[in-house]
């Protein structure tokens, strides 16, 4: 397939030396050094000239080209882009911007601006950064449904308050639903009379607050939960992010941020975050306020040197745990090597998440469970679907063994699906469906 | 000096709405000829109005309207208004021949200080009466009507009503309406301010007919022989304004027991913003009881039911003895707590009706509660102070403002401890502008002290005029007047009237109810030298 990416930065050029070998990649950038280096550095064709130009990528061969990627840094451009491809080539199209607004648009109709997949730099450098925060006990976390529904995967330890347990006891969370079980390598669906053993791996759907108080219930020595003291400094994009996914999971985070301005707009917008507005260097504040004690320290200020000083400051003052927002790619290892816990580079994010996507290929938000043994899907229900129009008891009955309806969101509305939830045409349905039987499955949906 | 307001496009809308108050005259004028009585009351009224109304209207042939000519504007309106639906109840006490009439009693509203208090009670809804007969004998079914209609065209707001039918009066509209809706800001329901002011009017006609036609209903079960079409119609028309006239002199103690359950609900609905409703018929019905002030004010409401009704079960809400001046009648004490204390159901139905009643600033009695003791007595005297929801038509505080300066106070004590912390103060989850919580701040405090100088006024001109009020009476009378309740205790209890206080004591409560129903800062305004110069 011939994949066509806008912008030679860092994202550009890090997905078309993921691309090149399996794709015929060609490369468009307006620096006419910088396509010069690419046409050295990888096997791929670089063009030098205006994305948006509809000459410039007829030139890139889009009229036959599988997909475009627009990654350049500047938002609207990428855009343009995509738009433009639309109107003269059938393409899959990726966008990345870092306007959550954006995204928010695209979300509501996927035809908005032409744009097939649309990435969020800001916002998935955030969930990146809560990934490592969130869920202690959990193996893996997966968002779907735009943040309302988690599929989260727990490693149930021999101590654990659920080992040797019923499903059905063990299910006391009403917006949770058990989607399965994994033991010794096999998939298995509970019942009600299933019983989780030790070294059982669990894996659950349902709102990100049950799946929280869940991680509480199966580990609570190992998950301090919502007691675990986070404190974002800095409050950029990723920041208000940070928080705002943070709030979601039923923490209580702080956020320190110098502007007053920004300060009260992040405060109104985070009502369960304490936004206070102060200098992060403060130490007298810092002390004042405890910040010492805090488990994490996130540094998401706008600039990598102000994040380092940040992380070693925290580090100093007791703080468990830092993590930092780099920019510079370069720097990541650098400030990893002197004293920074955790590094994340927003580039590097967006790169890995373009590169994933368009290997797994098509439009449907999948997890893999343990590479492989299971898929969790999200789908958009339409008529034709099974499930449409009927109880999931009947549904699921016409469906193979091996698939549990985990989670319905309704006009952005968390359902909990049990025997009697009756599927409307247009609901999001997130499901667990055992490898074996996804090809039988998905046609049926 | 010249002024800066262009005081002619003011008084030349308020003769547009003056004009128009001789539609709704019409009405008493019809029963006055279905009841076969005199109409010469409304017969001179409807033409007065006419000529008035157009006469002022002339002063200014394309009135131009901004936000200084509108708190001119919606002041003088409600003053005018009360002054011209004075004038029935005056010419019905005065000079109408006796070939005309049958002879009747004087009537009270003769002195023409009453006939305004009776007035602006009645246009303010505050339900404050000077009547000193409340009876078909004293009174004709024309006049009782109008006085019950004064209510309900006060309820949803006059200017509101001008503003749904008035196209010229849709640019500045809802400058207008702000200027007299109750609590802090308005909600626009549509992008058309006069379509929104006909959404709330739509709502606030139905809910009257739909009382009118339940309460209409007992009459023809024969559940209740009292509520005739008459009685039906009237007490709808004081319930959903939260007015509290009642054309029986005993208020709802008159009805019947299930008369009074279904007034109860539409007191409580006539409390609750009206915008609400409209989102629940055009929207989620769902949303309405997530709404932070529906929640908090049917909380305040159950609490204080909850807590009136252990005091009167238990017998603690009543005096032990009839107080030695005699007030009101021993004989009458035990007969009404007898029946009541450890009785579930009237005492369950007397403290939710008397606390709905209150909180909602209706008004009207189910019981004579100033036989209860001052403990109970305190409860409602607290309760006149919570009023009804923004965008009601209740009066007082407004539960909104309470709800708010709760909150502000906590993140006050949360921000001593961390000055650093930036705390909006929440409704609903949306964070409130600083500005509006300045406001409710203002308003709230500037509520207490004209209550407090109120009393301390009243008291004086009550020692000044030889009259016996006691500091919770007095408090009751500001406080009830000011939040256009309508009763208060001792002599202006739910079974008395305001009559014995002076005729100065009479025109300065005629201004705390027009104040109070403005919500006292557009009133305030007009009085600062800073609004009049240029």
Known sequence: ?445 | MKLRVDYRASLSLVGSILKYLAVPLCFPLLVALYYGETVVPFAVTIPLTVVLGAGLERLDPDPDIRAREGFLMVGLTWLSVAVVGAVPYLIEAHGIPPAVAPVRPASTLGNPANALFESMSGFTTTGATVLGEISFDAHTRGIMMWRQLTQWLGGMGIVVLAVAILPELSVGGAQLMDAEAPGPGIEKLTPRIAETARALWGAYIGFTVLEAALLYGLFLLGIDPNLTLYNAVAHALTTMPTGGFSPEARSIEALSAAAQWIIIPFMVAAGVNFALFWHALTGDPRHVFEDTEFRSYVGVMAALTALLSVLLFTGAGFTASAPADGTFDAAYLGEVSGIIVGQVEPTLRHAAFQVVAIVTTTGYASIDFNAWSTPAKYVLLFAMFIGGSAGSTGGSVKVVRWYVIVKSVRRELYTTAHPEAVRPVRLAGRALDERAIRGIYAFTLLYLVIFFVATGLLFLDGVRHGQTLTLLETMAAAASTLGNVGPGFGVAGPMGSYLGFSNAAKLFMVALMWIGRLEILPVLVLLTPEYWRR
């Open chain 1, 1 to 445: 397939m011939r994949v066509v990416i806008v912008g030679a930065g860092q994202v550009g050029s890090s997905i078309a030396a993921d691309l090149a070998d399996v794709h015929e990649v060609v490369v468009i950038d307006s620096d006419a050094e910088r396509v010069e280096d690419m046409n050295y550095s990888h096997d791929v064709l670089a063009i030098a000239g205006d994305g948006t130009a509809v000459s410039t990528l007829e030139e890139a061969g889009v009229d036959d080209a599988g997909m475009v990627i627009a990654s350049t840094d500047d938002d609207e451009t990428n855009i343009v882009v995509c738009s433009t491809v639309k109107a003269i080539s059938d393409a899959f199209t990726i966008a990345r911007v870092k306007n959550t607004e954006y995204l928010r648009t695209w979300q509501r109709s996927k035809k908005a601006f032409g744009i097939d997949f649309m990435v969020c730099t800001n916002l998935l450098a955030a969930e990146s950064i809560v990934r490592i925060i969130g869920l202690p006990a959990a193996r893996d976390v997966d968002p779907f449904a735009g943040g309302r529904v988690q599929m989260a995967e727990f490693e149930v330890a021999e101590n654990s308050p659920v080992s040797n347990v019923t499903i059905r006891e063990a299910d006391r969370f009403e917006a949770l639903t058990f989607a399965a079980i994994l033991r010794n390598g096999t998939v298995e669906i509970p019942r009600g009379e299933t019983v989780i053993q030790p070294n059982d791996r669990v894996v659950v759907i349902g709102t990100p607050k049950s799946v929280q108080e869940f991680a509480r219930t199966v580990a609570p020595d190992e998950s301090p939960g919502t007691a675990e003291e986070v404190v974002v400094v800095g409050g950029s994009e990723i920041g208000f992010h940070v928080a705002r996914l943070l709030e979601e999971r039923g923490f209580r985070p702080r956020l320190i941020e110098r502007d007053p301005e920004r300060a009260r707009n992040l405060a109104e917008k985070l009502p369960d975050t304490v936004v206070m507005e102060s200098d992060a260097t403060d130490t007298e504040f810092l002390e004042r306020e405890h910040v010492g004690d805090a488990d994490l320290v996130v540094a998401a200020l706008e600039s990598d040197e102000k994040n380092l000083l940040v992380s070693l400051l925290a580090a100093r003052i007791g703080v468990e745990r830092t993590v930092a927002v780099i920019d510079t790619t370069e720097y990541v290892d650098l400030f990893e090597a002197v004293g920074v816990d955790v590094g994340v580079n927003p580039r590097e994010v967006v790169a890995e998440e373009i590169t994933r996507f368009t290997r797994e290929g098509g439009a449907e938000n999948v997890a893999l469970i343990e590479s492989d043994k299971a898929e969790v899907l999200e789908i958009e229900v339409d008529d034709a679907s099974v499930l449409a129009g009927r109880e999931i008891r009947e549904s699921i009955q016409q469906l193979p063994e091996g698939v549990v309806v985990g989670a319905i969101t309704r006009d952005r509305e968390f359902i909990t699906p049990r025997g009697d939830t009756v599927v409307e045409a247009g609901d999001h349905v997130v499901l667990f469906v055992d490898a074996a039987v996804v090809s039988e499955v998905t046609p049926e949906l």
